[in-house]
């Protein structure tokens, strides 16, 4: 079995066009890690740029509403450039200026990660050049607009279903023809290693952060953690320094669209099934033949016919348990949060909500909730009036 | 010697790329009949797949054509049983791991063994992956075939040590394509290659014209011809027979 395994999962299933850049990503990423100045670095850009650590917020009404555990709201919506993405990129940036690379690439989906990319490369001078499925650049064009502000260069992608996996497709053959002052900053726990190990560790200051808060507000662990996953990269941050902690519940909520018995879904635990795809072995929504099927969810963000290989792991092994959450109920809980807490969160996010609400009524009042708030909603504000048949552009 | 490493005996072998299916079943048979007649030494079939994260636009846009045309992998096997009744042309498959792994590597490579088809290419199946795969696939007599880029540098040799059949040297970066010059110092790598096997080695990525095909030909045992035969498929549909014909014998001769 090679390298970056988790269980069967993982591994790196590229061209071998990529193997050298791979084996030298992983060994600058091993070197670094452990560096002095490259975690000082990377702390103060956190506290100081990124606003860190994001608080851990008592969500009262919601728990007294809901009538049951304490319900505490991970707000990594209130990072700069809105979402848990500048975590990961700031990493893979600062990682990228001591490899001597000059220039960033990567895909997204409905623009966060895009932006967060962007945000970074202008903040280090690098160039930056985003991939994104021309149908996404439709529905979010004010995120492409985010992007050229900060100086990035958006390419709408024409091939395939032209969304979120394309963009992916697309950047892999751009990094495949430019490797030497290029890297591809991968804005999820997905593709092959080191990137599902890299994203993680730098995602897991979201648990590190929240088990010490946590212990301070409460004086124990969380029966559960809940956080919505396409890819995985918010939750797997979430759930990394809990995973250890048997008592904890580590929940995922994936995204069932128009539900899981519907041909219009993303939930892929609940759907797919083992395959090899975008540089790993994990599970996937494909049909009999292993062609990638097409998928859909109200999120652009969870819109992604696949998971990381760690979850496909912990999912196996029980760790982790993944639940689908539809449309109609990932609006209502976007709805209730707004409503209940004057929070307007991520439609992303909304999915973890959304089964918070099931779970909750049902629980010990003397246990707690972590739930994590991957993103603000602002973004999908327009998106959701839609929903709701008020048509409100951009 | 296995059979793909016999092409490679007679000379400069050509190796001709369709996708299975574009623009229909009954077309891709004839298609590799003509290109045998053309003097096509191997023939390599592409299984579509939905996302071919190693083609550029030419192939993945008859990926598509082919899956839309309600191409599987089943109708990929059926089209080398069409073949095999008219002609025991050499060939190879290629696609993505996905499709061979959810077909399962047993029936996959059986399958592969009773229709005579004597390798398969993955491009997403580097090195460090093939493991799995290829123990199957030996198993039933099938060369998993080792691909080498302009990036691999001290992994040429890692490679071409444990290669089968023959060796696909990657002429270019980037993804599959017909390009207007080829820059890579093809004859530096096949060197290192040399130096430490013996099996035969074919350029591909990028070659279109007689010209090229010449000047690569020079530096290995053969060239890999995909897009610009595909491109042929796009342009004339149905109808490509002909033009397929006469490129793939003015390029056989460019080689020869």
């Not at chain 2, 079943?25 to 939905?50: Q, R």
């Not at chain 2, 992998?73 to 696609?95: C, D, N, Q, W, Y």
């Not at chain 2, 993804?175 to 093809?186: A, E, K, L, W």
Request: with cysteine; aromatic share 8%.
């Amino acid at each position: 079995m090679s390298r970056g395994r988790y269980g069967e999962y993982g591994g790196q299933y590229v061209p071998e066009t990529l193997m050298n850049e791979l084996i030298h990503l992983e060994n600058s990423y091993a070197f670094y890690k452990k560096d002095k100045d490259f975690c000082e670095e990377l702390d103060a850009l956190f506290k100081e740029y990124a606003g860190r650590p994001s608080l851990l917020y008592y969500a009262e009404k919601m728990t007294k509403d809901l009538g049951g555990a304490k319900i505490y709201l991970k707000r990594e919506d209130l990072n700069h450039t809105g979402s848990h993405k500048i975590n990961n990129v700031l990493g893979q940036a600062l990682l990228a200026k001591k490899m001597g690379k000059s220039r960033l690439i990567a895909e997204t989906g409905a623009g966060q990660h895009g932006v967060a990319t962007a945000t970074a490369a202008a903040l280090f001078g690098m160039e930056c050049e985003i991939f994104m499925g021309e149908e996404d650049t439709k529905r979010q064009a004010l995120n492409v607009y985010r992007m050229e502000l900060l100086g990035a260069k958006v390419h709408p992608v024409k091939s395939g279903t032209k969304t979120l996996k394309d963009a992916v497709n697309e950047t892999m053959r751009e990094w495949a023809s430019r490797v030497d002052d290029t890297l591809y900053v991968l804005g999820s726990v997905m593709g092959p290693h080191p990137f599902p190990m890299i994203v993680r560790d730098f995602q897991s200051v979201i648990s590190k952060e929240a088990k010490a808060q946590i212990l301070e507000k409460e004086g124990r662990l969380p029966a559960a953690v809940v956080a919505c996953v396409g890819g995985g990269s918010n939750a797997m941050g979430a759930f990394y320094h809990f995973i250890p902690e048997s008592t904890v519940k580590l929940i995922g909520c994936e995204a069932a669209g128009k539900g899981v018995d519907s041909a219009l879904t993303a939930a892929t635990i609940a759907t797919g099934s083992v395959g090899v795809f975008h540089g790993m072995k994990s599970y996937f929504c494909q049909d009999e033949f292993g062609q990638i099927a097409p998928v859909y969810s109200i999120s652009a963000g969870l819109d992604y016919p696949g998971i990381g290989p760690e979850h496909a792991y912990l999912h196996d092994t029980g760790r982790a348990q993944y639940v689908p959450v539809t449309d109609d109920e990932a609006v209502a809980a976007f709805e209730y949060l707004a409503k209940t807490e004057g929070i307007i969160c991520a439609i992303e996010s909304a999915h973890a909500i959304a089964h918070v609400q099931k779970i909750a009524g049902s629980m010990d009042k003397q246990e707690c909730i972590i739930v994590n708030i991957s993103g603000r909603g602002d973004k999908d504000v327009a998106a959701i009036a839609r929903y709701r048949g008020r048509d409100i552009h951009e | 010697m296995s059979r793909l490493q016999e092409v490679f005996g007679k000379g400069k072998a050509f190796v001709a790329f369709l996708t299975a299916g574009d623009p229909t079943a009954e077309c891709t048979v004839n298609y590799i009949l003509k290109m045998e007649k053309a003097g096509a030494d191997l023939i390599e079939i592409g299984i579509p797949f939905s996302d071919p994260t190693a083609e550029g636009a030419v192939i993945q846009e008859a990926s598509l054509r082919a899956l839309r045309g309600g191409m599987t992998t089943e109708g990929v096997f059926h089209i080398v049983e069409e073949v095999r009744k008219r002609s025991g042309v050499p060939i190879a498959l290629m696609t993505y791991l996905n499709p061979v792994f959810h077909y399962g590597y047993e029936a996959f490579f059986a399958r592969c063994r009773s229709l005579g088809v004597d390798g398969i290419i993955v491009p997403d199946l580097p090195f460090e992956e093939k493991g799995e795969a290829e123990e199957v696939a030996g198993r039933f007599g099938v060369d998993v075939i080792s691909l080498i880029a302009p990036t691999s540098m001290e992994r040429i040799r890692l490679i071409a040590k444990e290669a089968k059949g023959f060796i696909y040297v990657v002429s270019s970066m980037g993804v599959t394509g017909v390009r207007s010059q080829i820059t890579t110092d093809i004859a530096g790598m096949v060197e290192e290659i040399r130096a430490v096997t013996d099996t035969p080695c074919a350029i591909g990525f990028g070659i279109s014209t007689p010209k090229q095909a010449g000047e690569m030909a020079h530096y290995a045992d053969g060239v890999i011809v995909g897009s610009a035969i595909v491109r042929l498929i796009e342009q004339y549909g149905e109808a490509a027979g002909e033009e397929i014909y006469r490129y793939v014998s003015d390029m056989k001769a460019a080689i020869a």
